[in-house]
T-cell receptor, first 114, second 111 residues
Framework: NAGVMQNPRHLVRRRGQEARLRCSPM?????VYWYRQLPEEGLKFMVY????????ESGMPKERFSAEFPKEGPSILRIQQVVRGDSAAYFC????????????FGPGTRLTVT | QKEVEQDPGPLSVPEGAIVSLNCTYS??????FMWYRQYSRKGPELLMY????GNKEDGRFTAQVDKSSKYISLFIRDSQPSDSATYLC???????????FGRGTSLIVHP
């Protein structure tokens, strides 16, 4: 299966801990997008990355959140010192080019902060 | 006013009905319009896209864009219980390819 992979699928963290979410894009895709989905809300864009570059982080909270997409390995969304409000489903999507409207989504990571 | 408005539903219809799902938007720069289907606890799946105004048909699905009214629709013919899901509209344009999503409409097709 060459689809977008995300792990873990479920993650439970206590307040103040760190959460690391991983995303491997579809084979041949080098553009990765992270979204957050809260109950009763739609998908909210967080950050857009290409290999080794952050292209657009306009949707990323200014503090505690960071993202990377190294030359080798998956893209990682990192949330430091998690709070209860960070509980959500986090989706990663990938595309083949910057101009592509076709984004393919992974199954998501459901983060629960206790 | 949100950039993209979508009634969350739920919309409940009998099997075989024609379903109409809609979104309105405020940004006239949007040119690319997409519909995603999301099953419970899964990631969104791209169903259809259209560029600018007009209709596009794919099997039982028809996407329609009316840019003058800033209104888009997705029609599902002969709806099936397997169509039960949340349908998200999304759109982009004005120099950005990052889509703005509606909050999704929950559709329930009962046998």
């Amino acid at each position: 299966n060459a689809g977008v992979m995300q792990n873990p699928r479920h993650l439970v963290r206590r307040r103040g801990q760190e959460a690391r979410l991983r995303c491997s894009p579809m084979k041949g895709h080098s553009h990765v997008y992270w979204y957050r989905q809260l109950p009763e809300e739609g998908l909210k864009f967080m950050v857009y990355l290409q290999k080794e570059n952050i292209i657009d982080e306009s949707g990323m909270p200014k503090e505690r959140f960071s993202a990377e997409f190294p030359k080798e390995g998956p893209s990682i969304l990192r949330i430091q010192q998690v709070v209860r409000g960070d509980s959500a489903a986090y989706f990663c999507a990938s595309s083949s080019s910057r101009e592509s409207y076709e984004q393919y989504f992974g199954p998501g990571t459901r983060l629960t902060v206790t | 006013q949100k950039e993209v408005e979508q009634d969350p539903g739920p919309l409940s219809v009998p099997e075989g009905a024609i379903v109409s799902l809609n979104c309105t938007y405020s940004n006239s720069a949007f040119q690319y319009f997409m519909w995603y289907r999301q099953y419970s606890r899964k990631g969104p799946e791209l169903l259809m896209y259209t560029y600018s105004s007009g209709n596009k048909e794919d099997g039982r699905f028809t996407a329609q864009v009316d840019k003058s009214s800033k209104y888009i629709s997705l029609f599902i013919r002969d709806s099936q219980p397997s169509d039960s899901a949340t349908y998200l509209c999304a759109m982009s344009g004005g120099g950005s390819y990052i889509p703005t999503f509606g909050r999704g409409t929950s559709l329930i097709v009962h046998p």
